[in-house]
């Protein structure tokens, strides 16, 4: 058994969870407003009474089966103060921001648990952690923001008789910045906010801003494909790294010498996407942008969900798309106007109402510049396309978009962060929430977002028991687009993992043969058993080849990818 120092709540460590959210600094409880929880009891047959919560000193946390050898070994390379086994360190790592994680978090059923935590200082003290563990056959789990919604930073060993996770919260630097080719390094573990901070210091900006942006690293976007809330006009992810520095057991790997090669295939995407079972990324060049000076957040109403996807696609494939393109499907749009009350929504639904607008689906559009004079073009050339796109016909004539203005799309740009907040209410109040995406390409996206609808709908249905399943698109291309899916159910209490395990199943299967089975979520455990429908029985050869020559004990992130 290893034996550290315990550390302080004051330290700076805990001070950098805490910003994270792994460590909870005050104790207010956000409230679930009295006009949402009686529409929620309404329309799904719970009535939101608060549910009771274990304790954190309920759940069961094993003691540590790290090594006397493999702990002395660790700690001679990090230093002592930075091998952690106490129990609370270790539960701050257990596991991301699933709906079954965070269950786990309050009792139910059983939360994999490190043996230890180890946060190394550098890439070169991370490199040396990967071959202590290699060498002493210890599992290692790479661990950024812990924002992974399917199983990709569970504390899962395999055939491994320890797991430790390697937290690179103290890798936290703006290595470098290239203002003339626009490039930036950044170690592995800075977190997103900070990450814009310091580039706002050199007039530059990443822009990219998922819904984990408050936590998560960059590190993590690099290691999962992420997708932002702005990719329409930033790009996602993989279209920002120009180059990444990778510690494995087979030593040091640095990739990206130039904006564009055909030295053979391009092995950083190899990299990009490979959720630590490759190796561990420590550090990211990424392509950066001029800071934009103005901003222009709008909403629009258009009557129906096909009308809105033609609006989208059209944008799309003439390239007029905005910054942020994002469209809720008739549900969501009515989840979003009921949540919300107040006699400010009643005037909008007049008003929709006078528009002889049957299916509401609400378009927010947002655009970011350096000058408003480039706003003003940019939001022209959108404008002239989407009033002319092809919309829902009526008697009459053709349906043209309702214009909410600015308010509406500033609410969303205020707001698109506190989904993670508003979840811990309803969990509290009895409810499973839980999110799921996918993509495809646009022939197939009416077809595929019935499909998922229909399976989790008839899933999660029962006495007493009436799901909420609302969609929307999220990141558009000229020949497709992604569907975001939102659930929210009353909890079965006798069997609360189960309920979401068997509908999660259900949307995968008919994902099946009309998309991709994550566009941006990652692949982790969760999907694991879907990768091989996608890409083969020869892709998976392929993948399993590249993790023996990186990885031949098999120590980096066991169970995740390649299960």
């Not at 309050?106 to 952690?129: H, I």
């Not at 000076?293 to 009308?307: I, N, P, Q």
């Not at 092809?390 to 989904?419: D, I, K, N």
């Amino acid at each position: 058994m290893c034996h550290t120092i315990l550390v302080s709540k004051n330290n700076d460590h805990l001070d950098r969870l805490a910003r994270r959210g792994w460590v909870s600094t005050q104790g207010e409880d956000p409230i679930l407003p009295s006009r949402a929880g009686r529409w929620l009891a309404a329309h799904t047959g719970l009535p939101g009474q608060t549910t009771m919560v274990a304790p954190e000193s309920a759940l069961i946390v094993p003691e540590s089966a790290l090594s006397a050898t493999a702990c002395a070994a660790l700690s001679a390379v990090v230093g002592k103060m930075h091998v952690h086994t106490e129990r609370a360190e270790r539960l701050g790592r257990a596991g991301g921001l699933s709906y079954l994680d965070l269950m786990r978090r309050r009792g139910v059923g059983e939360l994999p648990v490190p043996d230890a935590v180890v946060t190394p200082a550098d890439p070169e003290e991370v490199q040396r952690v990967v071959e202590v563990c290699a060498a002493n056959d210890v599992g290692l789990v790479p661990f950024g923001g812990g924002t992974s919604v399917v199983g990709g930073v569970a504390a899962l060993r395999g055939d491994k008789a320890a797991v430790v996770v390697v937290d690179l919260v103290r890798l936290d630097k703006l290595v470098s910045v290239d203002k003339v080719s626009r490039l930036a390094v950044f170690q592995a573990g800075v977190v997103a906010p900070d990450a814009e901070r310091m580039l706002a210091a050199h007039g530059l900006m990443l822009g990219h801003v998922p819904q984990s942006f408050e936590r998560a690293t960059i590190g993590g976007f690099a290691a999962t494909r992420s997708s932002g809330q702005a990719s329409s006009g930033y790009g996602r992810f993989e279209d920002m790294v120009e180059g990444v520095r990778i510690a494995t057991p087979r030593g040091e790997w640095r990739l990206g010498v130039a904006p564009a090669s055909a030295a053979g295939p391009d092995l950083r995407q190899l990299v990009v996407g490979s959720e630590g079972a490759f190796g561990v990324i420590t550090e990211v060049t990424v392509r950066v942008r001029e800071l934009p000076t103005v901003h222009r957040y709008e909403g629009f109403v258009l009557d129906g969900w096909e009308a809105g996807a033609n609006a989208v696609r059209e944008l799309a494939q003439k390239r007029v798309l905005a910054d942020v393109t994002r469209l809720s499907d008739p549900r969501e749009t009515e989840v979003a106007l009921a949540l919300s009350g107040g006699w400010k929504t009643a005037l909008v639904r007049k008003y929709l109402r006078l528009r002889e607008v049957g299916e509401p689906c609400l378009l927010v559009l947002g655009w970011e510049s350096a000058t408003a004079e480039e706003l003003a073009l940019r939001r022209h050339a959108t404008m002239r396309v989407l009033r002319g796109a092809e919309l829902a016909e009526r008697p009459g004539g053709r349906l043209r978009p309702v214009s909410l203005g600015t308010a509406a799309g500033e609410s969303w740009r205020r707001g698109r962060f506190a989904g993670p907040r508003q979840r811990d209410v309803l969990l509290n109040k009895g409810f499973c929430v839980e999110t799921l995406e996918t993509a495809a390409y646009w022939s197939s996206l009416g077809q595929l977002r019935t499909a998922v609808r229909d399976a989790l709908v008839d899933s999660l249905s029962a006495p007493g028991r009436t799901p909420i399943v609302a969609c929307h698109i999220s990141h558009a291309y000229e020949t497709g687009a992604s569907l975001y899916f939102t659930v929210l159910v009353p909890r079965d209490g006798d069997d609360p993992e189960g309920q979401w395990q068997r509908a999660k199943a259900a949307a995968c299967e008919a994902i099946g043969p009309l998309g991709t089975i994550t566009h941006h979520h990652a692949v982790g455990v969760d999907h694991a058993p879907y990768l091989p429908r996608e890409i083969g029985n020869l892709g998976m050869a392929v993948l399993s080849s590249v993790k023996y020559t990186l990885d031949p004990d098999g120590v980096l992130n066991p169970g995740k990818l390649l299960s």
